[in-house]
T-cell receptor, first 113, second 111 residues
Framework: SAVISQKPSRDICQRGTSLTIQCQVD?????MFWYRQQPGQSLTLIAT?????????ESGFVIDKFPISRPNLTFSTLTVSNMSPEDSSIYLC??????????FGPGTRLLVL | GEDVEQSLFLSVREGDSSVINCTYT??????LYWYKQEPGAGLQLLTY?????DMKQDQRLTVLLNKKDKHLSLRIADTQTGDSAIYFC???????????FGTGTRLKVLA
């Protein structure tokens, strides 16, 4: 397994601003993922973040809106840019550890006013 | 397209068994997973089953897999109030490491 922390745990932001979410894992991992969970919904994969290469985005998500950094094997950031109220969600990072098993961070709860 | 479906709500009395069901569509999935999300928390991996297995038991949890019908279930024996949460099934491992999550089942345990 892996222990994952996220910062901030929650935030309230004004529309038009940007927020950077940090994800830290206690061991080196190759693959990290960023998900969005809209209120009352399931999880939707935003992108896969691999160290040393650009993130791979899923359909409906673009780098300009959700830039991702992956500077090393234990850390990643997701920025939510030019926020609108529709971006209010829980944002979760996860890592692939063991045999094709993902472990999740506690999530960042974002409210955009 | 890919769709993983679950019933939205389940209510049981403390001490009874809970059965949460999931249907999936990707027959090439290698693993199927169950996650638990408590209020205000992230997702906790409960258990997973390899696609060539029919059943897996882990303490109070029993996972049943019917590949023919693409049906997965999670049985929680002796359900406790601490089991109240949202339970997500997920399919994955079909070579891409991506998961497809179900819609989630909100389990409420009545004392």
């Amino acid at each position: 397994s892996a222990v994952i922390s996220q910062k901030p745990s929650r935030d309230i932001c004004q529309r038009g601003t940007s927020l950077t979410i940090q994800c830290q894992v206690d061991s080196q991992v190759t693959m990290m993922f960023w998900y969005r969970q809209q209120p009352g919904q399931s999880l939707t994969l935003i992108a896969t973040a691999n160290q040393g290469s650009e993130a791979t985005y899923e359909s409906g998500f673009v780098i300009d809106k959700f830039p991702i950094s992956r500077p090393n094997l234990t850390f990643s950031t997701l920025t939510v840019s030019n926020m609108s109220p529709e971006d209010s969600s829980i944002y979760l990072c996860s890592v692939l550890a063991g045999q094709e098993t993902q472990y999740f961070g506690p999530g960042t709860r974002l409210l955009v006013l | 397209g890919e769709d993983v479906e679950q019933s939205l709500f389940l209510s049981v009395r403390e001490g009874d068994s809970s059965v949460i069901n999931c249907t999936y569509t990707d027959s090439s999935s290698t693993y199927l997973y169950w996650y638990k999300q408590e209020p205000g928390a992230g997702l906790q991996l409960l258990t997973y089953i390899f696609s060539n297995m029919d059943m897996k038991q882990d303490q109070r949890l029993t996972v049943l897999l019917n590949k023919k019908d693409k049906h997965l279930s999670l049985r929680i024996a002796d359900t406790q109030t601490g089991d109240s949460a949202i339970y997500f099934c997920a399919e994955g491992g079909s070579g891409t490491y991506k998961y497809i999550f179900g819609t989630g089942t909100r389990l409420k345990v009545l004392a």
